[in-house]
RNA sequence: GCGAGAGUGGCGGAAUGGUAGACGCGACGGCCUCAAAAGCCGUUGUCCGCAAGGGCAUGCCGGUUCGAGUCCGGCCUCUCGCACCA
């Protein structure tokens, strides 16, 4: 008799169940307006070709709050797209020789496979690629709308040009200097580009981030700064050439210390500021320190190291409450164009940098901040400027006064006098859009010698892109095509060239959400009363490493929308989460080559080269990367263990919000408990009574009590827990069940009834459904039921049956814990103090000295106080 | 430099100001087996003690409290974000 114990075997099952929800539809997005709406979204992946861990992290996730709101009755949206234009596509197709569409599709074609296997509740119905016509096509429309609403327009800017990647970059795809892609040291270049006017909703896009409480703190922190809001002064300063003669034109100044004027000594204009130009063209000194700085600005240890610099113009700035004071003006490499008006006045005792300036060209330091509980006497400037609160000194009309009342009584004369006015600035700068390569949307206007610039006619829409493009050189091969970009004007029909531009990919993410709602829509983006039933997303879930660019955009991008009129909302993300990384140990042999987790094994407890024998460095978790072999395939994991237990280890191991760090030994533990549940209900279910009877019992024995009391607090425990996205505790909770379900069974001192056993099985299957769906479908079904768990409601605890009845305490003397007591729930203060005082413990504890005092916590604590 | 977050057993981690270490991993001991795998039972913060029991323990120092991992003040370390922003 071959009596092998059984085993789950998912590579049987999990296809099985997969296709069961397909037949049934059980994910299809439902229009049904009686059920509240849910809308579920983790950020789309980029087409690279395999999922990786990361994804099963971020899907799960997801699919988890899908499948439990579901189960709780809403009408939910989980929809899957793919993020399909960029770079990758185009350096696939130079070095392999295939068109970056076709290595797009496989791609998607290949990982739509790997995440159906994950057995993820998606609605594949509506799913999208931003690559393809039908949904650029509205991309088009919509940047035209744009057009319309004076929200696109072009302009010519110094900008950042990726000399590796051949394309213009946005602010915030540099990083330090360098490009966020290929890591090259980024240069300013002169190009006009199309820009989004997002600094149109730069107040807005602040303030909003109060009203978003299902953020986390972090993300609304970091797009706060990222925008920037200060309150200052514009401040215009008359100009004198040295011979005395007045300059055409005064310099406007931006400053957040109106109230240390009085402290200025000199001013400063960022070297590509008009000012600096002009200067440049009539002294060889000035033209060469600012071609200096335009090399040196942008390499990034210079920027760290740089000192500060400058050159003088020859140009004095007029103090305008001190008509004698005569401010030398300087070009300096420390001002940014970019910010404020790209120039300064310079107040060395109150700000470092100016300090720092002021010393190295021996330019007075005028002290007129001290600090409330120091006289102006005993104040002196070192190397260090006084950056702090106080009281103002050598300021005329100021003098006495602190720095916030200053501030208003330099602005109110300023403005009375015509030479200046409050402002509010931005760090936030409008967003570039434009992009010099092919696999993009293109942007959707025509270039007419006599025309300008026009926009594409909608009837003419989509801009497709060519096939038959060519890789062979560096640059755009939109722009060498031979033929796509000559066209004829649309408004005269003289010959005109197409835009070759093509938007940056954060464009295509900034509205897939939307266009979500209503994915096959053709003549418009977004339905309107698709958009209104779903938007916005209840839950986002994805990387913190998009906490800025692509969520900001997004915010963006609906207020757009709203002003356009495709949808009803600013905020389009009313939830979200932010996961953390899956990491992994690295390993590298004696020479310090870099080795796969699956070549490294253990001998005598040591790690060793799995082949050779040879020992072998373990070295700390990390982001799982290629370039350091610490990487596992999910196709692989899903091959050998299958779709729940990834999922399985992937919710239980940690906090989701924290990185998770994937061991063998972890997806192991998560596999016996795969089996150990379905072993749990196979060796019982024969004997349980039908499906249906389950929770009928009336028998109140002990152990039938313990066990429907567990599965109770199960159920309390792990929807609280899903509900608050702690999921490694929801997994404990489970656990637990199972350990009770366990121990009611090997019971000796009585059984639980068989519908209470039915009944906790039936509990901890519908628990897991969310987190492990083929195994709980596999599970019901050997339970006895033909429908399925993936339709099947969430169980509901009954309040009853998750408080107890006898509660234990703790007994302290004086803090200590010297005992516990059983006690009936809700005893009496009384009782209870009674109860602990007769403890032998509290006794002892208590060395025959009086009890000062008795601290009694109902249902808590009891502490004796001597 | 500015800002945010985090420091708890061998490890991942639990703990509305109320029994610190739930749950899991690993380890150790045992059962089953010819043997193994799988499974099952038990032990597992640390120190003293044969035991009963007791001491010490949540990065460090202080404070508030009957009671602090949790609150307050001051340090240390690590991680992340921003960074010449006037």
Redesign the pocket.
Known sequence: MDD??A?YDPAEAEPRWQAAWETRGCFRAGDNAARPKYYVLEMFPYPSGRIHMGHVRNYTMGDVVARYKRARGFSVLHPMGWDAFGLPAENAARDRRVSPAEWTYSNIAAMRGQLKAMGLSLDWARELATCDASYYVHEQRMFLDMLDHDLAYRKEAAVNWDPVDQTVLA??Q???GRGWRSGAAVEQRQLTQWFFRITAFAEDLLRSLDTLDRWP??VR??QK??I?R?E??RVRFDLVESDGTLWPEPLE??????D?LFGASFC?V?PDHPLAATAAARDPAIAAFVEE?RR??TSVA???T????GVETGLSAVHPFVPGRMLPVYV????????????????PAH????L?FARKYGLPVRLVVAPRDMTPEAMSVGDEAFTEDGVLIHSDFLDGLEVETAKEAVAARLEAQGRGERMV???LRDWGVSRQRYWGCPIPVIHCEACGVVPVPRADLPVRLPDDVRFDRPGNPLDHHPTWKHVACPQCSAPARRETDTFDTFVDSSWYFARFCSPHAADQPVERAAADRWMPVDQYIGG??H??LHLLYSRFFTRAMRQIGYVGLDEPFAGLFTQ?MVIHETYRDANGQWLYPEQVATRDGRPVHGDSGAPVTIGPAEKMSKSRCNVVDPEAIIAQYGADTARWFML????PE????W?A??V??????V??VW??IHEVADALPPAGAAGSSTDAGGASLALRQAAHRAIAAVTE?IEAF?F??G??????L??AI??AQ?AMDGQPAPAVLREALETLVLLIGPLMPHLAEEAWAALGHATLVAETAWPAADPTLVQSGE??????V???????V?VPRDAAQGALEQAALAL??VR??MEGRPAR?V?V?P???????V
């Open positions: 092998q114990p085993r602010n915030e540099v990083i330090d703190e972090k922190l970091m700064n990222w920037g200060s200052g002064l100044i931006y400053t957040t210390r109106g240390t400063a960022a700085c040196a600005g210079t920027l760290e740089a000192e500060k610099k300096a490499n420390f001002i940014l164009m970019e910010y404020g008006t790209g120039a300064i006045f310079g107040c700000d470092q940098r100016d720092d600035n931005y760090r913190v490493e906490a800025i953390g239980a191991d940690t906090p924290r990185d998770s760090e061991t030994a972890g192991e533990g998560a596999w016996r408990f089996q150990r072993r749990l827990d702690r490694n505790r997994v404990a909770r489970i656990h637990e199972v350990n366990g121990a090997g509660i234990t305490i703790a007994v302290q004086n803090g200590k814990r010297r005992a516990e059983t032998d413990p002892r504890a005092k601290i916590v249902n808590r604590i009891v502490n004796v106080v």
